[in-house]
Each structure stands twice: as C-alpha cells, then as structure tokens.
C-alpha cells in the first residue's frame, strides 16, 4: 500500500508564494500609452515623456530591432527587391543618421576609477553614465562572471559579488533578493544561503564627496580591490577566481597607488548627455561623423590604448517576402486595434490580453524568419502554432541595431528615444502602415533589470544636478522633460503619469506583501540564474483612432523574474 501524499509545510513553500501572487516565474508589465492631439514633432508632450521614460527605466540594452509590416495590397511587390517606398527609405536613413552619431565605448579600468572626483563630475553630474561589466565570451554561451559592476545612469555604482568577495571587501551592502541557494529539501527553492550579495554607492550624494568619511573608507576599499585582483592575475594568469581574503590590504598602508597598471576590470560605457544639449549639438552639426556622447578616460588611470571606441553600423534592411501579416490595425478582426477602457468588462480585458500575446508570439516568429509564419508552409504535426486570423500577406522589414557576437556594445537609451520619435511619426503619417513593432533585448549579466524609479542619490539629498539644467530658460525649465538623463526625476510626475500597467494574470487588489527580506522599496535587482529569461521589453506602435491623427504605444516589459518587490 503506498503511502498518502505529504502536506508537510516544507514542501509547499514556494508553490504557496508563486499562488499568493497569482504569479508565475515569469510575468509581463504592459503599458497602454494613448494617443494625444499633440504635434507629432514635439518631444515636450506629455504623451512623449512618458514613453521615453519607460525607454529611461531600462538602461543595459544590446540589441534594438525594428520590424515594419508591410502588406500586398498596400505595397505590391516588385521585381527590384532592394528598392524601399521613399517615406520607408528616408525612415532608414534617418535612423543610420542617429546611430552613427552616438558612440559606445569598451575599456579596461581600475574600479576605483568611477570614484574620481574629476570623471563623476564630468559625465555624472552633466548627463547619464551607463557602464557595465563586459561578458566573458559571446553573450547566452559563458556563465556570469563572479563579481560584476554597474552604474545605473543615475550615479549609483552597483556591485554584485559573491560570498567571498563581499565577506573581505569591506563595503556594507545587502543580500541579493533573488540569489538564493536550495536549501535541499523538496519543492524549496529560495530558502538556502544567500550566494549574492549587492552593494550599492550613492556617487550624486552630497556627502558622498572627497573628504567625507564615506567616501574616503569605500575609495580605500576599492583601491585595495584593485591591487588584489592585480597581484592575483600576475599570480594565476587568470581572472576566474579574483577573491584572495589574504589579498586584502588598506590601499594607504601599502604605499602603493592605483594607476593604469591596475586594470583589471573590462568595462562597457555609454554616456548620454542631457535632452536639451544632444538636441543643440546635433543642430550645430549634422554629419555623420560628429559624435553627440564623446567620453574621455583619465589617462594616469585608464592606457589609451586599451579603449576601445565601439560604433554602430549602418543598419541594414532585411526584407522576408512571404510572410502572413496580422491585421492589428483592423478594428473588426483585432483587439489592439481599440484603445481599451479602465471600464472595459474583464471579458473584454482578457479578450485584448490573448491578442496581445498572439501579437507578441508573431514578432518573435518573424524576427526570427520561421517557417510558421510564412505563407507556403505546410501544416506541420510537431507544431501547434498557427498565424492570427486576420492576417493577410505581405513582407516584413527588419532593421537590427546592435554589436557583434564578439564586441557587444551599450546602445544608450537617448538614441532609442530618438528612434522611437521616428517610428511614432512614420506610423503617424503613413497610413498605409497599418503598425509596427520595436523589441529592445538587454545583457543576461546585468545586475539591474531596471532602474529605480526613484535615483538611490535622491535619497540621500542629492535633488537637483548642478550643470543639467544651467543652460535653460526659466520658460524652458518648467516645460521640459528632464527625466531621460537627469537623476533628479519627480516623485509628483511618477505619480500624475502613472502606467496603465496590466499583468497578464487575473485582476486582484494589490496588498501590502509582507516579506522577510532586507529589499527596500525602491530596489530593483536581476536574477543571477542561468534561466533568467528576457530581461528586455517589445513595443507595438498602432495607428491612429477616431479624430486622434497620433499613434498609439502598447510597451510590454518582460521580466525573467519579479524585480518590482
């Protein structure tokens, strides 16, 4: 006779919290961003702002892409098939245009670096510095490095490390959220030892400055870091294992100072400046060669020649012929072709939900040229996927953003915005365009998903940047959108301009979740599992409705694991 199944409470515990949240391990952010009788030109909107500030919260992206649907009927298909209608052509050449005037840059530092009074000053405090630890290896093949570092645009440097390394540093930090070992027993996943462990400096903080106490003890522990992991790399010829508590000495007692010598750390940088001075620099010149986001490295601390100026090449259009075209902007066939209601019926709501994840489900196919979509493939019995039911064919054209397997590169979220501008008027003014679809993928390595919404600056006093906003009107200052690159983002706008936010699970009254883990409100994290999933967002520009002659945005943000804690 076999024995009754165990209700021990010790088997159930992460089966109880994944029920408790109506959640699985994975979950979509959807934001519904309607559309306003505002210029299509205009960035001051309030529409704009708020679709760039969600293209803001995600700062580690490596690949953009941007596929234009295009049907039969509207374009007819010719024989020269690299010809593109003109508007499609110019919407090309404007988006090389942005690309080539933004840079992105790799180099070999010294941690301490991202300390140094002169550098935060110069990049920090005047724009949005994005940097992260470079991959091993091509991106998805090599596992995660041990210890990874990040600053997050909004002058917080960010240390993700391991045990050993966190337990000599010397720095005070906080377990990782979602970083937790088995602790062996059945069906529990989370309840083992912490493996991670995050440390995160406040560089925009006025009393995170040279002769604070502060200040001082984390640059010393950094300094010390680097010479560590520089005698252990001259020892071992290796960076696999960089921990050495022996290693760890007080950098002032050592007599030994950091400088180029003591780069061990390779790093990916991308800077933006503020909104308001890319916009003058791009006027002032508009050749291709001219860069809006030059950055210089301190040369007593960073070789010349061991940086690495990374531009993005000249995307070019992939055209797939053959390919069954969902009709997303036919009112009668398409959910997404209405703007939903907050009175909308939760019938109606789950009707928009399903055709939305169709929608999604189709551009991952067609990014990828699959067999499904195209419209002479054969039923295939091993697969169940089958085109939406009111698609017709057509073509689609793909342009792709990104480095290469082997230099990976840091696409700043200014010139996303900048591209996402282009797509809103392309999709505005031709309607034969019917919609489209932009999918931005960011690093698996990354210990942010995104960025608070709230800078970790902010919180310590740091309000207003000095610099970001001294070249402004009084007129231009109460007008403009500061968010994209100034860490000082309002409390009151996040609140006025709150996201229509739709998880894809039943809809329940959020409650307060009570939760034994040391994560303040405004922490986001990363999980650092191999299987982390997407850690990106897809965006769906819909054509205009009734009167409105704007388009409308529905922003998905996929999320591997649940970081809004």
């Known amino acids: 006779m076999l024995a009754p199944k165990s209700t021990h409470k010790r088997k159930r515990s992460s089966a109880r919290s994944d029920r408790a949240r109506k959640l699985g391990a994975a979950r979509w952010i959807v934001n519904l961003i309607p559309p306003s009788s505002d210029q299509p030109s205009s960035p001051l909107s309030k529409r704009s702002r708020r679709l760039e ?49 933004y840079r992105s840059y790799r180099a070999h530092i010294p941690v301490s670096m991202l300390l140094d009074p002169i550098f935060v000053t110069a990049y920090l405090k ?20 041990d210890d990874t570092v990040c600053l ?16 000599t540093l010397g720095l005070t930090g906080r377990a990782s959220h979602f970083s937790r070992l088995s602790s062996g027993r059945a069906a529990d996943r989370t309840s083992g030892p912490d493996s991670r462990f995050i440390v995160e400096l406040p560089l925009l903080s006025p009393s995170f400055v040279p002769g604070k106490k502060g200040y001082q003890h984390a640059l010393d522990r950094l300094r010390a870091w680097d010479l560590a992991r520089t005698r252990k790399l001259a020892q071992e010829h290796t960076m696999a294992q960089t921990h050495a508590s022996s290693s760890f000495q007080p950098a002032n007692g050592s007599g030994e100072t ?5 780069a061990t750390w390779d790093m990916l940088f991308v800077w933006s400046p503020p909104v308001h001075a890319a916009d003058e620099i791009l006027q002032a010149d508009s050749s291709d060669s001219s860069a809006a986001n030059e950055l210089r490295f301190p040369d007593h601390l960073v070789h010349p020649g061991q940086v690495q100026e990374l531009r993005i090449h000249a995307p070019m259009p992939v055209v797939t012929e053959s390919i069954w075209v969902p009709r997303l902007d036919d009112p009668t066939q398409h959910a997404l072709s209405q703007q939903p209601w907050s009175t909308a019926s939760p019938s109606e709501w789950q009707h928009f939900q399903d055709d939305l994840q169709e929608a999604v489900e189709w551009a991952g196919l067609a990014s990828l040229g699959a067999n499904a979509v195209r419209t002479y493939a054969k039923p295939d019995s091993t697969c169940v996927y089958a085109a939406p039911r009111s698609s017709q ?8 953003l990104a480095g290469t397997r082997d230099k990976p590169l840091l696409l700043s979220p200014l010139l996303i915005a900048y591209i996402t501008r ?12 019917g919609w489209a679809t932009m999918t931005c993928a960011g690093f698996a390595q990354a210990p942010l998903t ?18 970001n906003k001294a070249a402004l009107s009084h007129r231009q200052s109460e007008n403009e959108d500061v968010a994209m690159t100034d860490s000082s983002e309002g409390e009151e706008d996040d609140e006025g301009e709150s996201d229509s936010s739709l998880d894809m699970g039943a809809r329940v009254v959020r409650r307060k979740k009570r939760s034994k883990r040391s994560i303040g409100k405004d922490h986001t994290e990363h999980s650092f599992t191999p299987s982390t999933g997407e850690t990106g967002w897809i965006s769906f520009c819909l054509p205009p409705v009734a009167e409105v002659q704007r388009s409308r945005w529905v922003l998905v943000e996929l999320v591997g694991t649940d970081t809004r804690s």
């Open 152 to 167: 997050d645009g909004q002058g917080t440097l960010v240390l993700s490390l391991c045990k050993d390394t966190y337990q």
């Open 450 to 467: 995104w960025r608070s919404k709230v800078p970790l600056s902010s919180v310590y006093g740091a309000k207003e940047l000095p610099g």
């Open 422 to 433: 282009e797509l809103d008027a392309l999709v505005s003014e031709l309607t034969s365009i």
């Open 258 to 262: 950091v400088t180029s010598d003591h």
């Open 393 to 400: 064919p057509g073509r689609t054209l793909k342009l792709t």
């Open 53 to 101: 500030a969600l293209v803001d919260a995600h700062p580690f992206n490596c690949s953009l892409e941007i596929i234009l649907p295009l049907l039969d009927s509207q374009f007819p298909p010719t024989d020269q098939t690299s010809s593109l209608p003109p508007r499609i052509q110019a919407f090309v050449d404007r988006v090389h245009h942005h690309a080539s005037r």
């Open 126 to 145: 005047t724009g949005s510095l994005i940097a992260l630890t470079a991959p091993s290896g091509p991106a998805g093949l090599d596992s995660p490095p």
